[in-house]
């Protein structure tokens, strides 16, 4: 008897994968309950745009209640596992549940009811969503394909409305196109291109190493010139930690470092390169003004304009004095927004404690350091799919940001589909070897499961 490779995915119908070309595979993606999921997370970011204020109904409600309803279908039909009732679960349940207690010893307004209905309905829906569809491994790796297609398609409208229509987005604050879609929107879209293409150039097959790199370059040319300052660090963060994530797999170790260096060694001459182009164009002055989020940086570190993080700092130090003085649980949830201008202080622990104390931090900081540990175990996988690697990347960098600059719990659900991705992971199982006589088609097995 020959050694067959076990299926990825045991229950139910797994997502398809069957060959079929491009096309088919690009259909399968676009015709898919995770289509639907990535819209409804990421419906914030195009539902405001022009083009799609005509729409009657909220985007992000409508794409949710469809989310919903397919991924019960999905279960109900035997399509989709059921939600694992494990601990991760139940540690998010008790995390809602003191989230919402919370609310009755705040002042009990109307915002603070609204945030945590906007929490438990949106964002702890999508841990929740994301839970499901992460049992699958193909569906796993498709909705990595269809959020790096998303961050396409709004860059291209970036540079479409920037570069070709010729709208300065310094004028355009207020209009709900660039800038007043938000700036920070659109380089987080090309941290997450960036940090994909990291993957894929690091931990992809061969024939995908051009297109990283290409990709690569393309999202830190949109991260240096769109203005967010935040994503492009995190994005170049990306660098160290999967040079990082490599040392703890020592057979990817000798492959994965030379294609690190090339892709690092291809970004530095192409901004060079660029550099020294626009400033034969368009002089010193006029490259400064094209790499907007360069001279941010600049102005930050000369301290012409540091308001905005000085404010944000003031935020942060009120938050940890309120905790202390009601350190176990809180003043409630919303309570910060009624003591400081912000409405939270972009610190997402901080938020935690602040309006849920040690009692709600507890059980985040549980959930976050299951991710940790998944995180590395996702690492010393020697067969670690590229789209895996992504998520880990992802999930590391956001963390890193929720914990520092960034956060607020009813808008977080990207963040907590990162984090339910990575503690949903399981190694793909590979058949072991096989007699000698079968020895040939194991190998070729295990270099199918490696380039998938």
Known sequence: MRAQPEPPYHAGRPASSKPGGWRSALLDDLLSIETCFILFLFAGRFKNLPEFRFVPVDMTVLFFVMTGGLILWGVLARRLKPLPIDLPDILMVLFCAVCAVSVFWSSYEYRNIDKISRFIVVGATAYFFASILAQDPERRARLVRLMVGLSVALLLYYAYYRWVVGIDERALANTGRINGNNYLEYGMHGELLFLACLALAIYGPPKWLVTAIVGAVGALFALTVIGGR???????????????????????????????????????????????????????????????????????????????????????????????????????????????????????????????????????????????????RMARDDTLRWTDAAIVLLFVTEMISHMTVQGYLPDDRIYLTFLALVIRWRPVTVPRPAPADTRAEYFHTLRKTENA
Request: charged share 15%.
């Open 230 to 376: 935040g994503p492009m660090l995190f994005a170049v963060l990306g660098i160290p930690l999967i040079g990082m994530a490599l040392l703890l797999s020592p057979r990817r170790l000798g492959v994965g470092i030379k294609r690190l260096f090339l892709l690092v060694g291809t970004l530095v001459f192409m901004a060079w390169m660029g550099y020294a182009t626009l400033v034969a164009v368009k002089g010193p002055t006029g490259a400064a003004l094209q790499l907007h989020t360069l001279q941010r940086f600049e102005m930050q570190l000369s301290n012409e304009m540091t308001h905005s993080l000085d404010v944000r700092s003031e935020a942060r130090d009120l938050a940890y004095r309120q905790w202390l003085e009601r350190p176990l649980l809180g003043w409630g949830m919303g309570e910060f927004r009624l003591q400081h201008s912000l409405e939270y202080p972009h610190n997402l622990l901080l938020e935690i404690l602040v309006e849920m104390g040690v009692a709600g931090a507890a059980f985040y900081l549980a959930l976050v350091v299951l991710g940790v540990v998944a995180c590395f």
